[in-house]
């Protein structure tokens, strides 16, 4: 199946320095937000109170926010999950009261929306292991970039895709980064998970735009980078719009139907895919073309070896 019903030949390469700059001031606002709001952090990384509770009807969430706010919890994260009888809601920690007086304000501010309501024991996270998962979660983004760099220089013989390549990863999840510090959307494990998974599927798109580059080049190693590197995303953009519309339709409809708890997840994928397909074609591919991408680079020549003369 192909999206468009003729071959497309658009100049993409002739116009890379005007999205160089919107990348640039994407990239910089972006940064920019994350140092000057931060992100709103759950307790998976600061550390706090995880309670779960299921009502006899369908639980109010904005009831259940204002009696803990009433109880003295500042800006308490409540979310439907599951059914709508049952919500989960996050405290930030505070040292001036015990696990057990937590508990108890917790417990009464529950059920002073609903006598009925039944309560899951309380899960406590300390500060010190909400760190040890920002810091698992930094370095496994880092260790990925690392085997991403590794993996694409030895398939391509070149290190000028290969950084291609990890420039557009890098893109991408600083554009949810600070999308989250515009929006302050719950920032939790779900969106680390979600970031992995962007890096994974703007990869692939990268691999595939690379792949029908080598094909290029071997079919005319004398024919021009610039018009190798369009002719080879033109070749792939069908495949692209529809591999990215499909999946936009499912995400699409997580972030629309799936609550406050998936929330956070679908907005990160949602603003993953459109960054990654802007990226595979703006970023890796011409920034590989700006660093001077040759065919001898992908198809280095061969050594030939002098043979000695016979006895």
Same mark, same amino acid.
């Given at each position: 199946?192909?999206?468009?019903?003729?071959? *497309?030949? +658009?100049?993409?390469?002739?116009?890379?320095?005007?999205?160089?700059?919107?990348?640039?001031?994407?990239?910089?606002?972006?940064?920019?937000?994350?140092?000057?709001?931060?992100?709103?952090? $759950?307790?998976? +990384?600061?550390?706090?109170?995880?309670?779960?509770?299921?009502?006899?009807?369908?639980?109010? @969430?904005?009831? &259940?926010?204002?009696?803990?706010?009433?109880?003295? +919890?500042?800006?308490? *994260?409540?979310?439907?999950?599951?059914?709508?009888?049952?919500?989960?809601?996050?405290?930030? !920690? /505070?040292?001036?009261?015990?696990?057990?007086? &937590?508990? #108890?304000?917790?417990?009464?501010?529950?059920?002073?929306?609903?006598?009925?309501?039944?309560?899951?024991?309380?899960?406590?996270?300390?500060?010190?292991?909400?760190?040890?998962?920002?810091?698992?979660?930094?370095?496994?983004?880092?260790?990925?970039?690392?085997? @991403?760099?590794? %993996?694409?220089?030895?398939?391509?013989?070149?290190?000028?895709?290969?950084?291609?390549?990890?420039?557009?990863?890098?893109h991408d999840p600083?554009?949810?980064?600070?999308?989250?510090?515009?929006?302050?959307? !719950?920032?939790?494990?779900?969106?680390?998970?979600?970031?992995?998974? &962007?890096?994974? %599927?703007?990869?692939?798109? =990268?691999?595939?735009?690379?792949?029908?580059?080598?094909?290029?080049?071997?079919?005319?190693?004398?024919?021009? !980078?610039?018009?190798?590197?369009?002719?080879?995303?033109?070749?792939?953009?069908?495949? =692209?719009?529809?591999?990215?519309?499909?999946?936009?339709? &499912?995400? @699409?409809?997580?972030?629309?139907?799936?609550?406050?708890?998936?929330?956070?997840?679908?907005?990160?994928?949602?603003?993953?895919?459109?960054?990654? #397909? %802007?990226?595979?074609?703006?970023?890796?591919?011409?920034?590989?073309? /700006?660093?001077?991408?040759?065919a001898e680079h @992908?198809? !280095?020549?061969?050594? $030939?070896?002098?043979? /000695?003369?016979?006895?």
């Amino acid at each position: 199946m192909e999206f468009f019903r003729k071959a *497309t030949s +658009f100049p993409f390469m002739a116009t890379r320095r005007i999205w160089y700059v919107l990348s640039v001031l994407l990239v910089v606002a972006s940064i920019a937000l994350f140092f000057l709001r931060g992100l709103n952090l $759950t307790v998976d +990384f600061t550390g706090g109170t995880t309670v779960e509770a299921s009502y006899p009807a369908a639980a109010n @969430v904005e009831r &259940v926010r204002g009696a803990l706010e009433s109880a003295g +919890f500042k800006d308490p *994260t409540v979310q439907a999950f599951g059914s709508s009888r049952d919500i989960s809601v996050r405290l930030a !920690p /505070d040292p001036k009261q015990s696990i057990d007086q &937590v508990r #108890t304000r917790v417990e009464t501010a529950l059920k002073s929306v609903d006598a009925g309501v039944k309560i899951n024991p309380p899960e406590f996270v300390g500060a010190q292991v909400g760190g040890e998962l920002r810091n698992s979660a930094i370095l496994a983004l880092g260790l990925t970039m690392l085997l @991403v760099f590794g %993996y694409i220089a030895f398939r391509f013989h070149t290190w000028r895709l290969s950084l291609g390549a990890i420039l557009a990863l890098l893109h991408d999840p600083i554009l949810i980064i600070g999308w989250f510090a515009l929006s302050q959307t !719950p920032f939790d494990l779900a969106v680390v998970a979600a970031l992995l998974a &962007v890096v994974g %599927y703007s990869l692939n798109d =990268t691999i595939i735009v690379f792949d029908r580059i080598r094909e290029r080049f071997e079919t005319n190693r004398r024919l021009e !980078p610039r018009l190798v590197l369009d002719q080879s995303i033109n070749q792939t953009l069908s495949r =692209t719009i529809m591999t990215k519309v499909t999946t936009l339709i &499912v995400v @699409v409809a997580l972030l629309a139907l799936g609550g406050d708890a998936l929330r956070g997840f679908s907005e990160a994928l949602v603003i993953g895919i459109l960054a990654g #397909t %802007y990226s595979s074609i703006y970023i890796s591919s011409a920034a590989a073309l /700006d660093f001077g991408l040759k065919a001898e680079h @992908v198809f !280095p020549p061969a050594r $030939t070896r002098e043979v /000695d003369s016979l006895p």
